[in-house]
């Protein structure tokens, strides 16, 4: 038995079942290149063809079932005994057979993208019996492509960022297009790029689909952002190919190539003489048509007669400079300050060709403008020591306030109320002179915390205070008094000089030494003949019995008379009794 695999009309294979194949023909040679028409004598195929795998054209069109082939054995005598069988991929689904004639027809439209292709198997049985006449062979149906797709680029649109100043051939962005085409088959998939819309500032590889800066010293402040328009087109650009595009949006990223320039060469600003350390005077701005950190600066005074009252200090965004007090003002003492101000570049290039000066230099005047003032004391706080036997009209201390204004306005003083509220002292209105209205007693009140105003005549409103501390001072004027009422005991039976009590003696006063108090009894009864005393020279007394033998029948309370006395000018004394009982 012999069966044969028709692979075209010039060609002829002997296999176990016959194969009769239909070939496209751009599977077969054409004509000879530079041979006019169609004319050529037919040439080998230069794919390596065997037996079993044929090709079939994608995306056919027809309005009847593609033909694919044909199966035949030789015991088929045409009396219709043989029934020809198809399975595998896409049989019955894309592949039909004619179980009679052995023909094979593709009834859906193929696609090499979704597929590319098919293995099947063919069998040939007999009809009454099944039973299967010779082995199964099987064969592969390869879907061979057209140019049906154009490249697509799979991210676009993209963006770009290059440095401005970039040299010619700087690399920008690597783009790709995909084609959905065989590239292992005719140009269908080759890819060639070119640039529709962006010249002359960029251009495009046409292999690689690199895209790269073709105008040199491109300035981001000139223009930032740039569309770029790329064509990818198959059929390595030839006419007839398809072509997809995409859109590349390119953006100048920045470099420090500005310098620094303040947008004022004089700057005139003022402040009140009244501001306090740390207050804001103004701002100035060293403009820098560079952005992000290379626009970033920082600022110092650099001289000036300003220098060591203001100072600089950079704002959050690193853009501003702003002058502030550093130490307090005067109008009346320095009316006017100059301040030359540097702004520096914090991020300078060095490596640009011609790199700088990344600074600039400004002046600023400042203006100190005139505050009206409240007095201003020649002391910050006064302190005086005043005898409490001082003679009411006395003049304690005489304060000094002056307006510090160049007006040098009248001041006129007076008391706080509330610091003197029993109304001690007394100040004279347009001296000063504060003197005392009452009497002193350091016993009562050993401290005075005078509060003085000073009021400008003509603008009442402007008042300033300053403390006054009198402190009272001790005069001996107390007399010494034994401690409490005294009352003691002494039994019947006690002897002659039993110690009966002790005495202490008590003065408000407070001399510098300390007290020093003297005991002793009474003149009339120096000569007592029950009871003595005895001064033990240290503020205390004894008081001793002089006999024996008490009586509560003879005598039940005795009365002692102590005279007691300070040893301070002028010496102060007093006389207490001492009650004894029996």
Known sequence: MRTRLHLGPAVTRWVPLTLLLVLPHSLVAGPAEGSPGGSAPLQRVKRGWVWNQFFVLEEYTGLEPLYIGKLHSDMDKGDGSIR????????????????????????????????????????????????????????IVKIQDINDNEPKFLDGPYRATVPEMSKVGTPVIQL??????????GNSARVVYSILEGQPYFSVDAKTGMVRVSLADMDRETRE??????????????????????????????????????????YQMSVLESAPVGSVVGRVWAKDRDVGVNAEMKYRVIDGDGRDTFDISTDPSNRFGIILVKKLLDFEKKPSYTLKVEGVNTHPDLTLQNPGPFKDVTIVHVSVEDVDEPPLFDSAAYYVELPEDAEIGTVVKTVSARDPDAANNTVRYSIEKTSDPDKFFYIEL?????MTVRSLDREEISWHNITVLAMEMNNPSQISSVSVAVK????????????????????????????????????PDEPPAGQHFHYSLAPEAANNPNFTLRDNQDNTAWILTRRSSWSQKDQTVFFLPIFVSDDEQPVQTSTGTLTVRV
């Open 430 to 434: 347009t001296s000063g002179s504060l």
């Open 225 to 266: 952002n740039y569309t770029v328009v790329i064509q990818a087109k198959d059929m390595g650009g030839q006419l007839g190919g398809l072509a997809g595009t995409t859109t590349v949006n390119i953006t100048l990223s920045d470099v420090n190539d500005n310098a620094p320039v303040f947008d004022q060469r004089l």
């Open 176 to 185: 790709t297009a995909t084609d959905a085409d065989d590239p292992t088959y």
């Open 84 to 139: 020809y069988i198809l399975t595998g991929e896409g049989a019955g689904t894309t592949f039909t057979i004619d179980d009679g004639t052995g023909d094979i027809h593709a009834i859906q439209r193929l696609d090499r993208e979704v597929k590319s292709q098919y293995v099947l198997r063919a069998q040939a049985r007999n009809r009454l019996t099944d039973m299967p006449l010779e082995p199964e062979s099987e064969f």
């Open 472 to 507: 009272v001072l001790d005069v001996n004027d107390n007399p010494p008094s034994l401690t409490h009422y005294l009352e003691t005991y002494v039994c019947d039976n006690a002897k002659a000089g039993q110690l009966v009590e002790t005495v202490t003696a008590v003065d």
